[in-house]
DNA sequence: AACAATCCCAACCGCGAGATT
DNA sequence: AAATCTCGCGGTTGGGATTGT
C-alpha cells in the first residue's frame, strides 16, 4: 500500500494554527464547491495547506453540524459506556454523539475520562482484584462501569460514496443520545458488512 | 509579580485499507 | 494482479491558557 505523498516537507506548505482567513477561504471553497477530493481541494481553494490539514479542520473545527463547548453529563455517561463497549474506536463513538467530533471525544477523554477511570480503577482495587485496561475492552471493566453484554467487536469501514442528505432528512432521523449502547454497535456492525 | 508546573485541545504524523489505474 | 492514490483513524505533540508556589 502506498503512503500518501500529501503533506511532503519539501512543498512550501503552511503548519500549524489556522487563521480565521484560511478558514474562511475554505468554508466558501467546500460552501460552493463541497467536500472530497481533499488532495486537490487546497490548490483549487488557493490554501497553502495539505488536503489532510484541510480534512481535519473541516470535520473537527468547521463543519456545520459541530457541536462545541461543554459536554453534558448524559453525553458522558454515552462516552462512558461506548468506551466500555467499543474501546479507543473515537470515531465509532463520535457516530454517536451527534455534533461531536473524534478527535474532541478523544481529547476529553484522555484529559478527564481516563484520569477519573483510572481513580476509580484505583478506588476499586482495594475491593477487587480485577483490573480492565481501557485498550483492551472485551476484558471485564471494573463496577461502577461494568456492562452486562457482550463486547461487539466492530469494523469500521470508509464509505467513498458521496451521500448528499440535507439537513431536513438528517433532522427527521435523529440518533437517540442515550441509544442502548450494544444495539448501536450490533448496527455498526452490520452496516460494515453490508458495505 | 514572576516563574514553574500542569492542563487542555488543535493540529500533526504514521499507518492501514479500500478505490482506482 | 500489482502499483498507486486517497481517505480516515488513532496516537502523539506543541504551545497557549490556567493554576499553583
Not at 18 to 31: C, G, M, P, V
Not at 62 to 91: C, F, M, Q, Y
Not at 150 to 166: D, G, Y
Request: glycine fraction near 6%.
Amino acid at each position: 500500500m502506498g503512503r500518501s505523498p500529501c503533506c511532503s516537507k519539501d512543498e512550501d506548505l503552511k503548519r500549524g494554527a489556522w487563521t480565521a482567513e484560511e478558514d474562511k477561504i475554505l468554508i466558501d471553497y467546500i460552501r460552493v464547491h463541497g467536500h472530497g477530493r481533499w488532495r486537490n481541494l487546497p490548490q483549487k481553494a488557493g490554501l497553502k495547506r495539505c488536503g489532510k490539514s484541510c480534512r481535519l479542520r473541516w470535520l473537527n473545527y468547521l463543519g456545520p453540524d459541530i457541536k462545541r463547548g461543554n459536554i453534558s453529563s448524559d453525553e458522558e455517561e454515552l462516552i462512558i459506556r461506548l468506551h466500555n463497549l467499543l474501546g479507543n474506536r473515537w470515531s465509532l463513538i463520535a457516530g454517536r454523539l451527534p455534533g461531536r467530533t473524534d478527535n474532541e471525544i478523544k481529547n476529553y477523554w484522555n484529559t478527564n475520562l481516563s484520569k477519573r477511570m483510572k481513580d476509580n480503577k484505583d478506588h476499586n482495587k482495594e475491593t477487587t482484584t480485577s483490573s480492565w485496561n481501557p485498550k483492551h475492552p472485551q476484558t471485564e471493566p471494573t463496577p461502577p462501569f461494568k456492562i452486562d453484554f457482550p463486547v461487539i467487536r466492530t469494523k469500521a469501514t470508509k464509505c467513498s460514496k458521496q451521500l448528499l442528505i440535507n439537513n431536513n432528512a438528517r433532522q427527521s432521523t435523529p440518533v437517540p443520545l442515550l441509544l442502548d449502547a450494544s444495539a448501536a454497535a450490533a448496527a455498526d456492525d452490520s452496516e460494515a458488512k453490508q458495505q
